[in-house]
């Protein structure tokens, strides 16, 4: 019912930057929390930063005062600009949406995008 297409990933030297976007497309009412997670090698998926439908916004430790989170509401898309990158933020990212889909319900079904590559070199 719903997709979530990724884009922006790539390779970068350390010290560089990268925007990841998340567009969703489907049958959508409307979305409330909005993020980014992100799963290293042999790692488990950790939470990155999140952003709810009023704007409030959460990071982790690991990323606070270099990632930024944001999100265009008329375009269902979730950003994530990401500054200052270390080999450490190497990782597939995965974006997610809290998405209502019934106008008749207010239940709210959790997507997830593909995953996107994010490469940084030391």
């Known amino acids: 019912q719903v997709q979530l297409v990724e884009s922006g990933g790539g390779l970068v030297q350390a010290g560089g930057s990268l925007r990841l976007s998340c567009s969703a497309s489907?049958?959508?009412?409307?979305?409330?929390?909005m993020g980014w997670f992100r799963q290293a090698p042999g790692k488990q998926r950790e939470l990155a930063a999140t952003i709810t439908l009023s704007g409030s916004t959460n990071y982790a430790d690991s990323v606070k005062g270099r990632f930024t989170i944001s999100r265009d509401n008329a375009k269902n898309t979730v950003y994530l600009q990401m500054n200052s990158l270390n080999p450490e933020d190497t990782a597939v990212y995965y974006c997610l949406q809290n998405v209502r889909t019934d106008v008749r319900s207010d239940y709210y079904t959790t997507y997830w995008g593909q995953g996107t590559q994010v490469t940084v070199s030391s």
């Open positions: 489907g049958r959508i009412v409307s979305i409330n929390t």
